[in-house]
């Protein structure tokens, strides 16, 4: 299973990025996938989630009305819209598989884990 995440890069503050997680090794559409993020010196948060259709999403309120997550069941790729960004947005971003059936929001809920990507947001 890999998943593979992209995207990620340095933005001014109010500029906006489009993170991709490429997902190969399982049926794309028996999973719900997650965003997490991991900012220096801090623990992994949850970001974002959504089921196997795309028809239910959940944010972190820190994110809300500023990212979006959506998915291509086709293409076997989860995506984070990421508008409006702060500084705080600065951390590695990981992409995350979960089998269960509930939108899942504790990163022990996930099986499988893509690498990351580092977004950097300058002030």
């Known amino acids: 299973v890999q998943l593979q995440a992209s995207g990620g890069g340095l933005v001014q503050a109010g500029g906006s990025l489009r993170l991709s997680c490429a997902v190969s090794g399982v049926t794309f559409s028996n999973y719900n996938m997650g965003w997490f993020r991991q900012a220096p010196g801090k623990e992994r948060e949850f970001v974002a989630a959504i089921s196997r259709s795309g028809g239910s999403t959940s944010y972190a309120d820190s994110v809300k009305g500023r990212f979006t997550i959506s998915r291509d069941n086709v293409k076997n790729t989860v995506y984070l819209e990421m508008n409006s960004l702060k500084p705080e947005d600065t951390a590695v971003y990981s992409c995350?598989?979960?089998?269960?059936?509930?939108?899942?929001?504790?990163?022990?809920?996930?099986?499988?884990w893509g690498q990351g990507t580092l977004v950097t947001v300058s002030s």
């Open positions: 995350a598989a979960t089998r269960g059936f509930v939108l899942a929001t504790t990163a022990r809920e996930y099986l499988f």
